[in-house]
């Protein structure tokens, strides 16, 4: 049974950083391309980032500088550094095991609020 746990989340002010993390279990993680997704009220979550199993990386254009992946395969732990954080980045942040046709369920995911 898949789990996955975030946190980190937290109110931030504009220009500012978080790091989120996401323990897994469930999975082969040091196997597993995994990615970041966000969701905020009334909209589809959305593929922020994502990091296969050999650590290459993909962003949005709107995190592209600003956020980084990154994954300790010793942890079962997947980390979304963020930086420059602007109000637009508000949202319930997740992460799951990529392509989306893998995903069996989703984790309780980790408010991010960037306001002044």
């Known amino acids: 049974q898949v789990q996955l746990v975030e946190s980190g989340g937290g109110l931030v002010q504009p220009g500012g950083s978080l790091r989120l993390s996401c323990e897994a279990s469930?999975?082969?993680?040091?196997?597993?391309?995994m990615g970041w997704f966000r969701q905020t009220p009334g909209k589809q979550r959305e593929l922020v980032t994502e990091?296969?199993?050999?650590?290459?990386?993909n962003y949005v254009d709107s995190v592209k500088g600003r956020f980084t992946i990154s994954r300790d395969n010793g942890k079962n732990t997947l980390y979304l550094q963020m930086t420059s954080l602007k109000p637009e980045d508000t949202a319930v942040y997740y992460c799951?095991?990529?392509?989306?046709?893998?995903?069996?369920?989703w984790g309780q995911g980790t408010q991010v609020t960037v306001s002044s």
């Open positions: 799951n095991v990529r392509p989306s046709r893998l995903v069996s369920s």
């Open positions: 990091i296969d199993s050999s650590g290459d990386t």
């Open positions: 469930g999975i082969i993680f040091r196997l597993s391309a």
